[in-house]
């Protein structure tokens, strides 16, 4: 039994033990949910020891169509989302213990566990899709877990963009079947190379807007803020991590194992992808300005980051792809801890406006500080990791010959300083009204998960080898 | 219904359509005719007795539960001699590879299983027409 | 031209007085709003399918299809739409019977057989 | 000899016992009802075994000529991949089904008697589409046709209520409109080709039908308006949504699962055996179809988004199924074909499930709206879960039953190269998650009161989950009935 399917098994068994647990038995619940996911993550660990050891260069499982693959790529997006999930494991036991529906919560919280990881090791398009749709079915009743007027209009649209995009990756993987004969990811791309017709045009077109709905590129992007009604784990993990990635993962998969560099450079499709992505990029970054809300800013954020992977991608480069792929690592990590830290706001004061914020530094020191740090590193200094990833991403707009991505990433990185110091200044200097003297309410079960993830973007900061020479080397490796 | 004329008409020929339905029934395998249009006769003669004499003297003679239960042995019937042929080993509705005496042609008793399974089928439309005549009157007079 | 059609028409005249039966019940089954007229019309409509597929087995010249040694030498006409209609008469006829069961009923419930009063009726009911 | 009989034995068996029920219209409803659900069980047991002497057959078709006399002079039944696939719909729907109307039908209808009509009705229908399964002969087809009809619709007055009554009638109505249309159509096959046994009709045809052109045409318009009407192709469809929606559950089960199906298996029949694919093609046919299908699919989604009701809104949902299956029927290749009959075989399963389990709700809640629906998740979970699945099934989410049809239908028509047919299923797809996932939203996730729970009977239950059950194995290994699908297409397309 491969350690893939343990960890995708595993969390979908725990979320369906949790699911049967009765609403009050919450410490039992809370041992099963920790114990679920780390076991999950641990089998994540454990194949990519198996593959970046180089003993196995590739790990593959196969059963009919249930086709289970790990490279570099998928492994990737799998330890990115089943490490963090762990800790936010951890932070929604500070966040959660109030709330009436844990049960269904933390149910459907492991169930889109497992079912993000199977995204992950997905070993062929139809696979690929069929966790692609569970995955939003799943995460559904996370985003209206508050259950109010607010939240289910949210959940609506969430749905009605999610089923459209699946409506349209059903066509186009259907078509892929029909036009190339097989749906498997193989070391190369699945379609024929010379097949450089308008019909291909268009099936791009189909996976673009098949995964470009969760990947949140404009105009495709408007369910991702108003999910932002979700409780704060659930927005930090799916609409800044797993969900959000799901969507980018996809299209690197498209791009690089469907299509593959050179049909799409024959088709000449790349100026508008990058036009389609640089698009997102300077408008997300501007929307975000003018976000008074602070978790609506940071879905705004989300939706400019994301895009700057995909711009990555699309320049159909080693670099472009290096960037991309590091800049998944680093923009998951740091927005994940700023959404805990907004979560920690909110649970601790109740403010959710950046105007709100003056001052709030006496009462929560740590989760400001934190969320300082995250934010420096959203904006692209040293010495936090993202500073890399963006430095890639300009070089390979450069090296490729679109010297006005640079010009896009300047403008957007001013942006990003712009939209989020002021919520720390605002934060350490601000004078509001209120001059709490109630102390430091924070709680270690959501700072801590916080803590290790700024040090470890730090760390990724400084020694950024640590994760290059495996993971983005082995990516650029398996594909150029 | 009081009318004197309408009565003894229709008792002077309720036998004779009677004879006449089962001739056609038992001639159905020799000339025009059959299971059908000598059920329809005889049930027929049936429902004119109830309309004229009314439905309490008619379901006298022929009750409903009665109509219903030989409306459904007609069919049964029917099926029986089919699946004598599958009984026999060879296929449904058989008829001379069964070993039934097949007679002399155009005698009454020739054709072997024809006639059986005519009578069958005129049973099952000479009481479905009955019981149609009671359902529908049934109907209007509660 | 215009001869030569009548003449065609007038050399299938069963099958034209077949189409016109059928129009007329289709007419019947549309135009009125009355419920038994609309059951008398499909009665029509399926009369005229009897006629033409009757009309279909007939062979100008040929004889009743009972066996007779005298007729061997002109023929027979074709027995078997004959055969075949006699089932849809018999099918015919349970179709009326039930739906003139099922007006029955209708009457008693609503006091008419008129659709679009029933229909007013019901409307009524569902406010 | 059982066995060389088992074709024509497996409709007798149902008549037989339809007629032996009005016996014991005074005892205790318990025996009918035992009695029916035994023949339902030997029904499915005829058709495995049937199926697999077929497969060891190297599935080719059986041929049984009824009395011994061979076609053309006989009647003649041919069983083959098509009719196991239809067959096994009956008797896989058709047991669950009476296992639920065994339950409270008693009730339901009010009185003793009243239950031995309804299961005679029931497994008249049965053996009506069995027949159509099974039979080989054109005007066999029709007779079948009528049985069913006429069970069709006195199955829906069988709720003596004013309503049900006249949905009855209306359908009655239309569906003898159609048959005529039905029947004139084979009058025309037979005047031009003088043959009834398809077959033989078929060979008959493919040689005449360039000589009379008009007639062939007409008679093919005649079977398509016929059997749309009964099968609610969309302009044709204005009887089902108040006759689906107004009969008992069961009822409403068995005629939206089945006998819509029935008719469409049966004008697949005509158009593919006799008519056959080339000069389908070469009279266009197979385009108008295929438009037919997708004016039916986005027309009837749309008509179900509208319905508050839900009854009539799954009723509606049924119109617009049977436009995949037209759909399918209009691709004229083996993938798009097979997809439709497995599509076929899959909805009778789902919308038989969905129907129950509507029933069951509305009639414990009393809660006959979508809009009223909150709270249900609680009040009765196991139906609701049941009713979910199959949802989800019927929007066709992958790892579901649904799902496999929508799959090879859409493989189809890409092959077929028509986009606008691709796009047109993944619109139905979208339209039907927009109208049950609000069912499923209000029930589980809009705030109720405090509610108490009312779950339904076990054996209600118990007949959900077999179907249930059967969406989600379908769902996950169609290999066996995909098989049967794809073969019945091949035969149907001569390849």
């Known amino acids: 039994m491969s350690f893939m399917l343990v960890g995708i098994l595993s969390a979908l068994i725990g979320g369906v033990i949790v699911a049967l647990l009765p609403e009050e038995s919450q410490k039992l619940r809370r041992g099963i949910v920790l114990a679920t996911c780390l076991l999950s993550a641990l089998s994540v660990w454990q194949v990519a020891a198996t593959i970046f050891s180089k003993t196995s260069p590739l790990n593959t499982l196969e059963w009919g169509i249930w086709q289970f693959r790990a490279d570099p790529l998928a492994l990737s997006y799998a330890l990115i989302a089943g490490t963090l999930w762990v800790l936010t494991a951890i932070y929604s036991y500070g966040y959660m213990p109030q709330d009436p529906r844990q049960r269904s919560f933390y149910a459907f919280f492991l169930l889109s566990m497992g079912i993000t990881l199977g995204i992950a090791f997905a070993g062929n398009l139809l696979v690929l899709y069929i966790f692609y749709e569970l995955l939003t079915f799943s995460t559904y009743p996370l985003v209206i877990h508050r259950r109010s007027e607010e939240a289910l209009r949210a959940g609506k649209k969430y749905i009605i963009y999610s089923l459209v995009g699946a409506g349209a990756l059903l066509v186009a993987i259907v078509a892929t079947g029909f036009m190339a004969g097989s749906l498997s990811f193989g070391t190369g791309a699945i379609l024929d190379q010379t097949a450089t017709s308008g019909k291909t045009v268009w099936l791009l077109i189909l996976f673009v807007i098949g995964f470009g709905v969760k990947a949140a590129l404009m105009p495709l992007h408007r369910w991702l803020p108003q999910a932002m009604v979700a409780p704060t784990p659930v927005s930090a993990l799916l609409h800044a991590v797993a969900v959000v990635n799901a969507g980018v993962f996809g299209l690197l998969r498209v791009v690089y194992s469907v299509f593959g560099p050179d049909l799409l450079t024959k088709l000449g499709v790349r100026p508008y992808l990058l036009v389609l992505a640089s698009f997102t990029v300077l408008a997300g970054s501007i929307v975000a300005l003018r976000q008074d809300v602070l978790k609506k800013r940071l879905a705004y954020s989300t939706i400019s980051q994301l895009s700057y992977m995909l711009v990555g991608a699309f320049t159909l480069s080693s670099f472009g792809l290096s960037g991309a792929i590091f800049h998944m690592l680093n923009h998951s990590i740091i927005k994940i801890t700023l959404f805990f830290c907004a979560g920690a706001i909110e649970h601790n004061t109740g403010k959710t406006r950046v105007s709100e914020l003056a001052g709030l530094e006496r009462t929560l020191p740590w989760t400001f500080a934190l969320f300082g740090i995250a934010s420096l590193g959203m904006v692209g200094m040293l010495p936090v990791s993202a500073f890399w990833s963006k430095y890639y991403l300009m070089k390979a707009g450069l090296s490729s010959g679109n010297w006005p991505l640079l010009l896009v990433f300047i403008i957007s990185g001013i942006l990003n300083a712009c939209y989020f110091f002021p919520i720390v200044i605002q934060g350490f200097l601000g004078t509001g009204p209120i001059r709490s003297t109630e102390g430091n309410k924070e709680t270690y079960l959501m700072l801590v998960p916080c803590a290790l993830l700024v040090v470890f973007a730090l760390v990724l900061g400084v020694y950024p080898n640590l994760a290059w020479s495996y993971l983005v080397d082995g990516v650029v490796g398996s594909f150029f | 219904m009081k009318d004197y004329i309408l009565k003894r008409v229709v008792i002077l020929l309720l036998p004779l359509m009677q004879v006449f339905g089962l001739y056609v029934i038992f001639h159905g395998h020799l000339s025009p005719g059959g299971g059908f249009a000598g059920g329809m006769i005889v049930g027929l003669g049936l429902v004119c007795y109830a309309a004229v004499y009314g439905m309490e003297k008619g379901t006298d003679k022929v009750p409903d539960r009665a109509a219903t239960l030989i409306e459904s042995f007609g069919t049964l019937w029917y099926g029986a001699v089919g699946l004598v042929g599958v009984f026999k080993g060879t296929l449904f509705l058989s008829n001379k590879a069964t070993g039934v005496p097949m007679g002399q042609p155009a005698a009454l008793l020739s054709g072997g299983w024809i006639l059986v399974i005519t009578l069958g089928v005129g049973i099952k439309v000479a009481s479905t027409i009955v019981t149609l005549f009671y359902a529908l009157t049934e109907e209007e007079e509660s | 031209m215009k001869v030569s059609l009548l003449s065609r028409l007038l050399a299938n005249y069963p099958y034209v007085a077949a189409f016109i039966l059928f129009a007329i019940g289709i007419y019947g089954v549309i135009a009125s709003s009355n419920l038994l007229r609309k059951l008398l019309g499909i009665s029509i409509m399926e009369s005229a399918i009897f006629l033409m597929f009757i009309a279909s087995g007939n062979i100008t010249g040929r004889g009743v299809p009972i066996v007779d040694a005298a007729k061997e030498s002109v023929g027979y006409v074709n027995p078997l739409p004959q055969a075949l209609i006699l089932t849809g008469i018999v099918v015919g006829v349970s179709t009326t019977a039930f739906a003139l069961a099922l007006l029955v009923k209708l009457h008693k419930y609503y006091g008419t057989l008129d659709a679009r009063i029933i229909y007013d009726k019901r409307e009524a009911d569902k406010h | 000899m059982i066995q060389e009989n088992l074709p024509v034995l497996l ?485």
């Not at chain 4, 065994?102 to 009185?111: A, K, M, N, V, Y």
């Not at chain 4, 040689?207 to 045409?217: D, F």
């Not at chain 4, 069912?439 to 009977?457: L, M, N």
């Open chain 4, 11 to 495: 409709v007798v068996t149902l008549l037989f016992t339809a007629y032996l029920l009005p016996i014991f219209t005074k005892r205790r409803p318990r025996i009918i009802e035992l009695l029916v659900v035994t023949v339902e069980c030997l029904i499915l047991g005829g058709t495995l075994y049937l199926a697999g002497l077929i497969a060891r057959q190297g599935r080719a078709p059986i041929i049984y000529p009824a009395g011994g006399w061979p076609a053309p002079w006989g009647i003649e039944l041919s069983v083959g991949s098509l009719s196991i696939l239809f067959l096994l719909m009956i008797a896989g729907v058709g047991l669950p089904v009476a296992i639920f109307a065994t339950d409270g039908i008693t009730w339901q209808l009010r009185s003793r008697q009243r239950v031995a009509w309804f299961f005679t009705l029931y497994l008249l229908l049965a053996a009506a589409l069995a027949g159509l399964a099974v039979t080989n002969d054109l005007f066999n087809v029709y007779v079948f046709v009528e049985v069913a009809t006429i069970s069709c619709c006195a199955l829906v007055a069988a709720k003596d209520d004013p309503l049900a009554i006249k949905a009855a009638f209306r359908y009655l109505l239309l569906a003898t409109v159609g048959s005529g249309f039905i029947f004139a159509g084979i009058g025309l096959i037979y005047l031009v080709t003088g043959n009834l046994d398809m077959t033989f009709a078929f060979t008959e045809l493919s040689q005449r039908a360039y000589t009379y052109p008009h007639v062939v045409r007409l008679a093919i318009s005649f079977f398509v308006i016929g059997f749309g009407t009964k099968a609610a192709l969309f302009p044709l469809h204005l009887w089902l949504p108040d006759a689906h929606s107004a009969a008992l559950t069961p009822a409403s089960a068995i005629l939206s699962g089945l006998a819509v199906k029935g008719y469409i298996i049966a004008l697949a029949k005509i158009l593919y055996i006799i008519v056959g694919p080339a000069l389908l093609q070469a009279l266009s046919i197979d385009r108008i179809l295929l438009l037919m299908g997708m004016v039916a699919i986005v027309a009837g989604s749309l008509l179900a988004l509208a319905q508050d009701e839900l009854k009539r809104r799954l009723a509606y949902s049924t119109v617009a199924q049977v436009g995949y299956i037209f759909l399918g029927l209009g691709l004229m290749n083996t993938t798009g074909l097979a997809g439709a009959l497995f599509y076929a075989a899959s909805h009778a399963i789902i919308k038989a499930c969905l129907f129950l389990a509507a029933g069951a709700i509305i009639s414990r809640t009393g809660k006959e709206r979508v809009s009223q629906m909150a709270g249900v998740g609680r009040e009765m979970p196991i139906t609701m879960g049941i009713f979910t699945i199959c949802s989800f099934a019927l929007m066709g989410l992958p790892l579901l039953s649904g799902f496999i049809g929508k799959w090879n239908l859409l493989r189809g028509s890409i092959q077929a190269g028509s986009f606008l047919a691709s796009l047109v299923i993944i619109l139905g797809s979208l339209l039907c998650a927009g109208y049950l996932l609000p069912v499923i939203r209000t029930a589980y996730f809009v705030p109720a009161g405090t509610t108490t729970t009312k779950e339904t009977s076990f054996l209600q239950i118990s007949s959900m989950l077999i179907l249930t059950v059967f969406v989600i194995v379908l769902g996950i290994a169609p290999g066996p009935l995909w098989n049967l699908a794809w073969q019945a297409a091949r035969d149907l397309l001569g390849g």
